[in-house]
Structure formats: C-alpha cells, structure tokens
C-alpha cells in the first residue's frame, strides 16, 4: 500500500532582507493512512515549515507534496484551499477562534466553510461532550480559560471527520490537564475514525502519543541520537 502523505525532497528558504535562511534542506518522508505520527526537534528545526508545507499553506521552493495521490504543491492555490476543506483539519498552539461568537459557533462555522454535507448533531454532541465542553458551547472565547478554548479548535478541527488532522505544539500552552485531554482526543479520534495524524510538538510526553516519532534538527531529519535535546532525556 502507498504512502498517504508523502514528501519528497521539500526544501523551503526564508528571506529576511538580504539574508537567506533555510528552513527544510531536502526533507523526504512518508505516512501511511491512520498513522499517528509526532515530529519532534529544537526551535528552528524547520518543524513548522514542514507542517505548512504538508498541510498546503504555503508551497516549497522545490519537491514534492502528494496527499492521498495529489500533488498539492502543483495545485493552484483555489484547488489546494479545496482540498484543505476536505480533507485537512488544523489545529495551531494559538487558537484562533473568532472573538465575537460563542464556542458552539466557532466549531460549527468549521462545516459551513467546508459545505461537505458532514451535518452529524450525534458526532457534534459526542465530540463537545468527550473535550468536557457540552456546559461551555454558549461562552465566548474570553469567557473561557486557555484549556477550553484550545479544546474548541480541536473540536472544530474535529467536526467535519478530515482525513488529516495537522496539529501544531497544540498543548505548547496548556496545563498538563488540558494537555492530557486533547492528546487522549487526538489519539482516539486517530484510532475511531482513521484519521492520519501528524503533530508537531517539543514535549517528549506528548509525542510518546504517535506511533512513531520523527526528529527534525536544520532542517533535515536526523536520527534519535542526533538530537541532542532528546538523547539528553533517554
């Protein structure tokens, strides 16, 4: 069976002025569907760039991206928007929610940009209910702690069942409560529903989640013993 996700010799460089820095330097791996997989590595890695790149955000200077046999890196950009609609759900470690609607409103919103007809009042109950936010659907997000507001992008990640979740050090500000809750949903919504997971994060706890840990440092992917903020803790 082929890869689900794919990357193949990504390479990405920021200009800064008249400086050049580069994030990825030939990155190439593969994913296969249902995998949950956690990319670690130190600031400045390139880990961010990588998870920007695989969800179609922004495009490489060169390579390859191919997504359930796409190229999204030869879309034009209507058709990568298309795709992330309908098959990639994004979780960030700043949670964006809209300030001006309450959280029920900020994960349903999620379906109507998507218009996939995934209108399922059964999954939005089970999913608000397991992130312990069925009391809290009718606060706004300043009405709400950190923990319950990251648990609003994941269900609004969530709501219309991707075939991809990207999630991006989504516990970087959360307690270790919070941290537990939406790991534990992340991992069951891999394992329910089939969903291919890819997160980013630097907590060696969180990543214990994946089936399998990659390691990132100057924009390669290096082996375990090469990382040396992780080695220090084996």
Known sequence: MGAFIEAIDLRKTYHVGKIEVPALRGISLSVQKGE??????????????????LGGLTRADSGKVILDGEDIAALPDSERTRLRKRKIGFVFQKFNLLPTLDAR?????????????????????????????????????????????????????????????????????LDTENSTIVLQMLRQSNQELGQTVLMITHNPEAAKYGDRIIHMRDGHIVKPEEDPQWAARD
């Open 36 to 53: 949950f997989v956690t990319v670690v590595g130190p600031s400045g890695s390139g880990k961010s760039s990588l998870f920007y790149l």
């Open 105 to 173: 409103s900020n994960i349903a919103i999620a379906r109507e940009i998507s218009r996939n007809g995934n209108n399922d009042p059964a999954f939005f109950s089970r999913i608000t209910e397991l992130l312990g936010l069925a009391k809290r659907l009718n606060h706004r997000p300043s009405e709400l702690s950190g923990g319950e507001q990251q648990r609003v992008a994941l269900a609004r990640a969530l709501i219309n069942k991707p075939a991809v979740v990207l999630a991006d050090e989504p516990t970087g500000n």
